[in-house]
């Protein structure tokens, strides 16, 4: 099931994860820089701050924000748990789901998908390889970011290392849904990577420390949107 929200493509999406140099006032900074690059370049950024700063962040800048991850509970009584209306409370476009650093199981990841269209929120569904990916699509959700693990955080890009992975993920997914927006990551670092991603048909990348653990982030992420 499709909502009729959408985020504009080639994207590049920063997942600011739980780094000490995301958290707080610096991730505030950084979300605020994205926004930033975003409007001064024309571009489409969207961010995934920590967890506790989503609603803060959210209604803060004016760029699209994800929460990290996104719990399959109904309110209720859950300790600690996310859930997709507690999300759309904060005012997020969405959530990712299914990270390969917080995984979830497949019926839940149906659940999820369908639920959050029905609330208007976009789903990123995170997969690590091209059969997974593939299985993924059948659930439509709003898009896939196809992410080899063993390359997350080595600095060295999947569309580099892997770009097979990139060309066949677009091609089963979009061969199931054609709607469906297909990015990559795992050690995204500069704009060369964003462009060889968006050569291997992918709608663009998600990426996270070759921003948050830059030295000057801004610089990094206006190298990173010279390639879209
Ligand atoms: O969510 C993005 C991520 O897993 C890739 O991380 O640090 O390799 O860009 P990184």
New binding site residues.
């Given amino acids: 099931m499709k909502t009729g929200l959408e985020i504009e493509t080639p994207v590049i999406?920063l997942?600011v994860?739980a780094y000490v140099e995301s958290a707080g006032r610096k991730g505030f900074e950084l979300a605020k820089i994205c926004e930033e690059v975003a409007s001064e370049r024309g571009v489409s950024i969207a961010i995934?701050p920590q967890q506790v700063e989503l609603a803060l962040i959210a209604s803060s800048v004016n760029i699209p924000c994800f929460a990290q991850h996104v719990d399959a509970v109904e309110p209720g009584s859950h300790t600690g748990f996310i859930t997709l209306e507690s999300i759309k409370e904060t005012g997020a476009t969405g959530s990712?789901v299914n990270?390969?650093?917080h995984r979830l199981k497949i019926a839940d990841i149906d659940g999820i998908i369908e639920k959050a269209a029905s609330l208007d929120l976009l789903t990123i569904v995170?997969t690590n390889n091209i059969v997974v990916s593939k299985a993924v699509a059948e659930l439509n959700p709003y898009a896939i970011?196809v992410?080899p693990?063993e390359?997350?955080?080595?600095?060295k890009s999947v569309s580099k290392v892997d770009p097979g992975i990139v060309e066949d993920t677009v091609k089963e997914v979009k061969r199931v849904d054609e709607r469906c927006v297909v990015l990559c990551?795992?050690?995204?670092?500069n704009g060369e990577d964003v462009r060889a991603s968006i050569e291997l048909g992918a709608d663009g990348v998600?990426?996270?420390?070759?921003?948050?653990?830059a030295k000057d982030p801004k610089a990094a992420l206006l190298d990173l949107v010279s390639g879209l």
Avoid: Q
């Fill in positions: 999406v997942n994860k995934c990712l990270h390969s650093e995170c970011a992410e693990p390359l997350i955080g080595t600095g990551g795992a050690g995204v670092t998600l990426l996270a420390s070759g921003v948050v653990k």
